[in-house]
């Protein structure tokens, strides 16, 4: 069983930064990939990010590119998401989750291949 918690979120005004982490408990952190989604109200939940298990493969949309970064501390079981230059359209409740699939798969960019998941964190861009 595995239990993920993000923190982070909060209000930002346009232009601004914030970081998200998640921190994960059970199972082999190590060994797997995580993945960042968020949903809006009344939106279905997109995909942001996933990085594989040892960080040497990272996946963004095309919404996030060049303004979104994951990384991931596998000794501190953690993974973080640096957003800059916020938008209000990422206005959305953020959460990780972890895809157990064995290593050499796609990053998965869908929702219903990751495993498990935390509770969410809000973040909020003002204009």
């Known amino acids: 069983q595995v239990q993920l918690v993000e923190s982070g979120g909060g209000l930002v005004q346009a232009g601004g930064s914030l970081r998200l982490s998640c921190a994960a408990s059970?199972?082999?952190?190590?060994?797997?990939?995580m993945g960042w989604f968020r949903q809006a109200p009344g939106k279905e939940r997109e995909f942001v990010s996933a990085?594989?298990?040892?960080?040497?493969?990272?996946k963004y949309a095309d919404s996030v590119k060049e303004r979104f970064t994951i990384s991931r501390n596998n000794a501190k079981r953690a993974v973080s998401l640096q957003m800059t230059s916020l938008k209000p359209e990422d206005t959305a409740v953020y959460y990780c989750?972890?895809?157990?699939?064995?290593?050499?798969?796609?990053?998965?960019?869908?929702?219903?291949?990751?495993?498990?998941w935390g509770q969410g964190t809000q973040v909020t861009v003002s204009s």
């Open positions: 059970g199972g082999y952190f190590s060994t797997y990939a």
């Open positions: 989750a972890a895809d157990l699939r064995p290593d050499g798969t796609d990053l998965a960019v869908v929702a219903d291949s990751y495993d498990y």
């Open positions: 990085i594989s298990w040892n960080g040497g493969r990272t």
